[in-house]
């Protein structure tokens, strides 16, 4: 019993056992079961979702697809066209290409085989896609990944091929092969597959600038396609696989090898395919190896009839196509070279032919040497941009002369093309911000001397000059010295208003400044950029040209701009282009610099800029070593500027190895550009704003004039001079100072002189003694006393007892005669009488007072204020001719205004030190003429205080006298790595 009753329990446990597990097997494949079904649910629901995403992706990609047309494919001839400024046509735009279209029966079938069986080989029989070359193209991709082969297989089809090229772009991305695909299943309902093989043909790239199978052989064999042989049509369809790279291995460039191999593939290829036979193949296979295809290669011209222009327009349509659509730069070139856009520019053919004739013959009407270059370039080149300032509006643009290559370098409107302006900077950046600032006025007082030592210790021991070194002419203001192209001003005038707030000015103006060129005071006020290779700025013809427009229109700059609107060939505007406006400086500051540049065309180096009744100003600028000639300047019509350098900067010569100067030479060039432009144009002005008001003020100080500035030794220094309202001077005159000296000596009269010998002369008041000798200083007051001797010993001694015309000219051999007693002259005589009849050669100026000899050259006149040598072929720069000057002795007047004599002098005979200025015919040695001391003394004259009266009876105290003139206002510093570069008299002629 035992043994059966646990017999028994255990085949109950084992039963048991069994359903459990058995339980548990089932739990457990219900659970996989489940899980599968939701895990086969997901997935479906992901795939659903997928494809409906992708399908919705797909959906969106096509719906935005541009609209298919055949027109849109088989309008192949429509290229964008440019007009002039009257609507004549003037350019078709190149893109780089050229195409004629043939009908495809004018191909030979050796060619259009040649094609099929390269690019497309079941072109006739799929839709417009090829599936079974998709799926061939994946595997052999796949293939070339794992294997880590170069080169990934294109499933693209003929007609695929005609979409992207006439439709879409060849940018690579899945939205455009979307399209391409879907478009091209459309195209092929549309079209017949000859016509889209035709379409094909006539615009698949082939390599250097052919599109289209008959450019191509006109381009590689000089003949048309339907002369082409079995080898020649296996080239030219060789070439779609790679075609620049193609092209230079055709032209051997590269490794022939390269197209030999490519077309040795295509004639396999037809072979295969039953479209050529053996013989033909072996034929054809031995004219390739053999090097017999026969290349007559035809580059063919991609040259703009108007170069210069043309290509500045395009490259600013496609700048603004890009902004406006947001298109690609294939887009554009696209849109350029199949939408037959017409383009309307602002040129004017007849200024832009005359222009270009102007430059390229300008060696034969001014005084220049040349020379070609390496690359048969004649030398030095020269540009030119003419803009109506108004509108914007560019009417000329040549950026060079003589016979140059198409795409060569545009010297007058690219930013590839950037040079130091030279002085041309100077009424930019030097004196419009002093005026627009309110820091000065147009006849603010400078002094024309060297740099403070701290002033040049500031700039790390910097001391410039002027065009003749050591030339200085003292007193002087900003009239005259943008007049004369004087550097010390210019430079002190940047200090006065600091180098960040001028390279603001500098900035707004146009011109590019890098790192270097932004801290530096040369840069700043003389145009000395530093025009680094990797790193160029400075400016070129537009810029300078816009720059200057700014003083003709009312401080406004107006973007310059080179076409008006762009129409499409269904006549929709789909481009205006309307110019940007800048207010640069104040409507009034823009008349007053307008007014202050026709001092260099009407009284100075830029008279050739001059031309008929039309008002001119302007200004030159010449960089170191005479590397680059400009002139700048404007009319009340247009703003021109003109540069004349070598492609790589050379130090220029004229004719007879002299060296040439701006104004006889980018001036006159100017003028003749101009004259052309202004042929039909009436003589009007500058509209003068309401708030320019006159004053009378002393161009010596630029102060209100005193009654002792009329009576200056050289003549009058008092003129009326214009302002913005609020900027006239409030003081007096403080540098004309009365001094009571013993008529024999000139020494300042002490108790111990006579009565009968004292006499009270006009001095100029100079705080300090000069390390040099300044132009002025023979008529500073004495600093020596009445020594009681009376015995004459000469007037016009300076402290040492040695005659400053003397000791200055010394090698002039004693042309100059202190000694010579001149007779007196009489009121009737005296230009100051306002008679009109006074030949003036130095032109106005009353600072062209120092004792310069004459010359054979100059005819005997006094030329300028600088000592300059003679040049017989620049005369105009150096100022001999005999030009009447109504101004009446006062000094960069406005050339009408009329100055009072000089009150009571007395007719006698004076000591002449030979510097006579031209101004008047009186003698203004440092004797002076006695003057009646005026009855009232002038306002606020801090320089009257040390003068005692014309009695005998006090002794005047000697003036307060320094050793250094300190005129640093505490600015900023900089790099001075540059300084031996930086001799101003390298800079500029004016």
């Not at 011209?301 to 406006?324: C, G, P």
């Amino acid at each position: 019993m035992s043994v059966n009753n646990n017999s028994g329990t255990s085949s109950n446990s084992d039963n048991n056992s069994n359903k459990i597990i058995s339980n548990n097997s089932n739990d457990k494949n219900n659970k996989i079961k489940k899980f599968l079904k939701i895990f086969l649910i997901i997935i479906l629901v992901v795939s659903l979702i997928g494809t409906v995403t992708v399908a919705g992706f797909v959906f969106a990609i096509i719906k935005t697809s541009p609209p298919l047309t055949i027109e849109a494919v088989t309008d192949l001839d429509q290229a964008s066209q440019l007009f002039d400024s009257n609507g004549d046509f003037m350019d078709e735009v190149l893109t780089a290409e050229k195409r004629y279209v043939i009908s495809l029966d004018q191909m030979p079938m050796s060619l259009r085989n040649a094609f099929i069986s390269i690019e497309d080989e079941r072109f006739y029989e799929h839709p417009g896609v090829d599936i079974q070359r998709i799926i061939g193209a994946v595997i052999t991709d796949i293939k070339k990944i794992i294997t880590k082969e170069p080169g990934l297989h294109g499933a693209s089809t003929i007609t695929q091929q005609v979409i992207k090229n006439n439709i879409l772009t060849n940018e690579i991305s899945i939205v455009r092969k979307i399209r391409e695909i879907y478009l091209a299943l459309e195209l092929e309902k549309q079209m017949s597959k000859d016509q889209i093989l035709e379409v094909y043909l006539n615009t698949i790239f082939v390599g250097g600038n052919a599109y289209g199978v008959e450019a191509g052989a006109l381009q590689y064999f000089s003949k048309n396609t339907q002369d082409l042989t079995i080898a020649q049509s296996a080239f030219l369809a060789g070439a779609t696989q790679h075609p620049s790279k193609y092209f230079a291995s055709a032209v051997g460039n590269e490794d022939p090898q390269f197209y030999k191999n490519r077309t040795l593939t295509v004639l396999s290829k037809m072979l295969e395919l039953g479209y050529i036979n053996q013989e033909e193949h072996d034929i054809a296979v031995n004219e390739v190896n053999t090097d017999q295809l026969g290349f007559n290669i035809k580059r063919i011209s991609d040259k703009y009839n108007y170069e210069w222009f043309s290509r500045t327009v395009v490259n600013e349509l496609t700048k603004d196509l890009k902004e406006v659509y947001g298109y690609t730069d294939e887009e554009v070139k696209l849109h350029l070279r199949n939408d037959g856009l017409k383009i309307y520019t602002t040129m004017d053919k007849g200024l832009q032919e005359h222009s270009q004739y102007v430059l390229d013959h300008a060696t034969d009407y001014i005084n220049l040497g040349e020379w070609t270059d390496e690359n048969g370039i004649i030398q030095p080149q020269m540009s030119a941009v003419v803009i109506d300032y108004k509108t914007g509006q560019v009417k000329t643009i040549i950026g060079g002369r003589g016979e140059q290559s198409a795409n060569s370098y545009n010297r007058a409107s690219s930013n590839d093309f950037l040079r130091s302006i030279g002085s041309t900077t100077k009424p930019l950046t030097a004196y419009a911000p002093l005026i627009d600032l309110k820091l000065g006025h147009a006849g603010s007082g400078f002094e024309d001397s060297p740099l403070s030592k701290e002033m040049s210790d500031k700039y790390g021991g910097w001391n410039p000059t002027n065009e003749v070194k050591g030339n200085f002419v003292g007193y002087t203001n900003v009239r005259y010295a943008l007049e004369r192209s004087i550097n010390l001003v210019a430079i002190k005038s940047v200090e006065q208003v600091g180098l960040k707030n001028v390279l603001d000015y500098g900035l707004k103006f146009g011109l590019h400044y890098n790192d270097n060129s932004k801290s530096s005071i040369a840069t700043l006020a003389l145009g000395q950029f530093n025009n680094d290779p990797n790193n160029l700025d400075g400016g070129n013809p537009l810029i300078v040209a816009a720059a200057y427009s700014v003083f003709g229109n009312g401080g406004v700059l107006t973007e310059p701009i080179t076409y008006t609107h762009v129409v499409d060939k269904n006549g929709k505007v789909i481009l205006e282009n309307v110019p940007e406006k800048t207010q640069v400086v104040s409507p009034e500051t823009a008349y007053i610099m307008y007014d202050l540049l026709k001092g260099p065309v009407e009284r100075y180096s830029s008279r050739p800029a001059k031309f008929g009744d039309i008002p001119v100003a302007g200004k030159t600028g010449t960089t170191e070593n005479n590397k680059d000639l400009w002139f700048a300047g404007l009319t009340p019509y247009f703003a021109s500027a003109v540069w004349i350098g070598a492609d790589k900067p050379t130090e220029l010569k004229d004719k007879y190895g002299n060296k040439p100067f701006s104004g006889s030479t980018a001036s006159a060039l100017f003028g003749k550009i101009m004259s052309e432009a202004h042929k039909s144009l009436p003589p009007v002005e500058i509209p003068r704003p309401e708030d320019i008001v006159s004053a009378k003020i002393c161009s010596v100080s630029g102060m209100l004039a005193s009654s002792y500035c009329y009576s200056d030794p050289r003549g009058s220094k008092v003129y009326t001079e214009i302002f913005a309202k609020g900027t006239v001077p409030k003081h007096t005159c403080n540098i004309h100072i009365p001094v009571t000296v013993n008529s024999l000596t000139g020494a300042i009269a002490t108790a111990n002189t006579p009565d009968y010998l004292k006499e009270t002369r006009i001095f100029l008041d100079r705080k300090y003694t000069p390390s040099v000798y300044l132009g002025d200083q023979k008529y500073v007051a004495p600093k020596f006393y009445d020594n009681e001797q009376y015995e004459p010993t000469g007037d016009g001694l300076d402290q040492d007892g040695v005659d400053p015309d003397e000791e200055w000219f010394d090698e002039n051999n004693g042309t100059n005669n202190p000694e010579e007693i001149k007779p007196p002259v009489t009121p009737e005589t005296k230009p100051d009488d306002n008679n009109g009849n006074v030949t003036d050669n130095t032109n106005g100026s009353n600072n062209g007072s120092e004792n310069k000899p004459s010359t054979p050259d100059n005819n005997g006149s006094n030329n300028s204020s600088e000592n300059k040598p003679s040049n017989p072929d620049n005369n105009t720069d150096n100022n001999n001719g005999n030009i009447t000057d109504n101004n009446n002795g006062s000094n960069s007047g406005n050339g009408s205004e009329t100055i009072p004599s000089i009150p009571d002098i007395e007719d006698k005979p004076s000591i002449d030190n030979g510097s006579s200025n031209g101004n008047n015919n009186q003698s203004s040695g440092n004797s002076g003429e006695t003057v009646t001391e005026p009855t009232t003394p002038p306002d606020n004259n801090s320089g009257s205080s040390n003068v005692g009266e014309n009695t005998g009876s006090e002794t005047i105290a000697p003036p307060e006298t320094k050793t250094e003139e300190n005129n640093s206002s505490g600015l900023e510093t900089i790099d001075d790595n540059r300084n031996e570069e930086l001799d101003s008299a390298d800079f500029d002629f004016g």
